[in-house]
């Protein structure tokens, strides 16, 4: 027999439907995996050229280990639409960028051996849809070329 007076047995029906707690708890995680997500994902053009840099860096280490080890010195030039290493063999190391919004910035040029120590030399990549994001590779001449972010104006 049901009762209407407190402390009775009746037992309520639940009522289908979220809480309010549920819903912000369920608000907040989508709201730090959208924040996660957006730290996540970098500029695209910046990490293009990064890469690219990063990349050159290591063909051109690569190139001035060749040269070091054949006694011929190896240079780096660029030209349309990517690059060059003139004295090592046909084919061994690539002559294009990655993607195509990568440039070098002047003419550049890079002597790369066959002496271990070879001159101070740089030369500055720049991205073609954001100009004002440049990269430096550059070596003083004892060290690796390293990737450098340039000094500004």
Do not use: Y
């Not at 990490?47 to 780096?76: C, F, H, K, Y």
């Amino acid at each position: 027999m049901p009762t209407s007076a407190a402390g009775s047995s009746c037992k309520r029906k639940k009522l289908g439907g979220f809480t309010l707690l549920e819903l912000m708890v369920v608000i907040t995680i989508i709201a730090i995996a959208s924040a996660g997500v957006a730290f996540a994902i970098r500029d695209n053009s910046g990490t293009q050229l990064e890469r690219e840099a990063q990349r050159l860096a290591a063909l051109i280490e690569s190139a001035r280990a060749q040269s070091r080890a054949s006694g011929m010195p190896v240079r780096w030039h660029t030209t349309d639409g990517g690059f060059r290493f003139d004295g090592v063999p046909p084919k061994a190391l690539p002559e294009n960028w990655l993607g195509t919004d990568t440039r070098v910035l002047g003419t550049a040029m890079l002597v790369l051996g066959p002496e271990p120590i070879i001159g101070r030399q740089s030369v500055l990549l720049g991205s073609i849809s954001e100009p004002s994001r440049t990269l430096r590779l550059a070596t003083d001449g004892l060290r690796p070329f390293t990737v450098q972010v340039p000094d500004a104006p």
